[in-house]
């Protein structure tokens, strides 16, 4: 079946400007999770959701960070005023529900390389 | 101190080599634990999970000491295709779920023929 999907693949932008990154999980995972990348490091969470709602944003760096989903699966990850330390790899990940033990392990998409000049 | 410890390496060996991978991680309230395999500008793929003391899948053995906070992976006769970066995952509870991951920052292997 199909896997996790994001778009766009890459995303080159000026410091300053607004971008949203976008994840399509896994048909009938209730559980998406937004993680970033940096280059030789593992990656890092930001937030999860679990439905609609947010259920831990506590990985967001600061208040240019946003994300919803607001009808539970599609994500949008919006982040305003870029810098240049936003690059990075923007991994989505879903899993079909947050209770854990074989079956809830989470699935990777293929991630969106931003880079802000 | 990191939530997860792995030696970056990067670890060289040659085909059919056995090689193991260590990891340590710091709060023992984790209850999940997983390699992921992650190719060069790749994600991350699930490589297995580990929810009792140890796993075996064909050349892939993991096994956890839950006492030493301590996760190993195995890997026998080594082929050029398991060439990656190996990151060590764990999982824990937060109220009623498990949510977030956290990674290592992986360890690399080449295998050269």
């Known amino acids: 079946g199909a896997g996790v999907s994001q778009t766009p693949s890459n995303k080159v932008t000026e410091k300053g400007k607004y971008v949203e990154l976008r994840c399509d999980p896994i048909s009938g995972h209730t559980a998406l999770y937004w993680y970033r990348q940096s280059l030789g490091q593992g990656p890092e969470f930001l937030i999860y959701f679990q439905g609609t709602g947010a259920a831990d944003d506590s990985g967001l760096p600061n208040d240019r960070f946003f994300a919803v989903r607001p009808e539970g699966s599609v994500s949008t990850l919006k982040i305003q005023r870029t810098e240049r330390g936003d690059s990075a790899v923007y991994l989505c990940a879903s899993s079909l529900s947050t209770a854990g033990g074989p079956g809830n392990e989470q699935f990777f998409g293929p991630g969106t390389r931003l880079t802000v000049l | 101190r990191k939530e997860v410890e792995q030696d970056p390496g990067p670890f060289n060996v040659p085909e059919g080599a056995t090689v193991a991978f260590n990891c340590t991680y710091s709060?023992?309230?984790?209850?999940?634990f997983f390699w992921y395999r992650q190719d060069c500008r790749k994600e991350p793929k699930l490589l297995m999970s580990?929810?009792?003391s140890g796993n075996e899948d064909g050349r892939f053995t993991a096994q956890l000491n839950r006492a030493s906070q301590y996760i190993s992976l195995l890997i026998r006769d080594s082929k050029l295709s398991d060439s990656a970066t190996y990151l060590c995952?764990?999982?824990?509870?937060?109220?009623?779920?498990?949510?977030?991951?956290?990674f290592g920052r992986g360890t690399q292997l080449t295998v050269w023929p």
């Open positions: 580990v929810y009792s």
């Open positions: 995952v764990v999982n824990r509870r937060r109220g009623s779920t498990l949510g977030r991951l956290y």
């Open positions: 709060n023992s309230a984790s209850q999940s």
